[in-house]
């Protein structure tokens, strides 16, 4: 009697635990997708990289909060980060945004990409 009891009890707690394991967790996802990017040239200063991009919320939670990080990559090997924050995405939806890259002059920018992200979800 008391093995049968044990094995039911046992039965139970696997059950609850692999019950928990196929739950829906809130996720915090997105793609981002870089639309386009161009140097700009100035008389004065620095020089910049404009990057357009887009941030699609593919997650099953409100992005409250976000910052991507970009970096610049010029034909001498050197290269250049920048960082872009923005605001409430919602489920389903995106956000278009612009990050700026400060490089030094005469240097001539040839690719661009997105180095990392950090998501914040929107607490009530």
């Known amino acids: 009697m008391k093995r049968k009891v044990f094995l039911v009890i046992l039965f139970l707690i696997l059950a609850i635990f692999l019950s928990g394991c196929f739950l829906e967790m809130n996720t915090l996802r997105a793609v981002i997708i870089i639309d386009d990017w161009e140097q700009r040239y100035f008389e004065m200063g620095n020089d910049q990289v404009e990057i357009w991009y887009k941030i699609f919320n593919t997650g099953n939670e409100i992005i409250g ?30 956000d278009c945004n612009i990050c700026f890259v400060g490089i030094d002059k005469n240097k001539k920018v040839v690719s661009v990409e997105v180095t990392g992200r950090l998501l914040s979800a929107f607490i009530e």
Do not use: K, L, M
Request: glycine letters at 14%.
């Open 65 to 94: 909060e976000y910052e991507i990080w970009f970096t610049a990559y010029c034909e001498d090997g050197s290269s250049y980060q920048g960082s872009s924050t923005g605001y409430w995405i919602d489920v389903g939806y995106y």
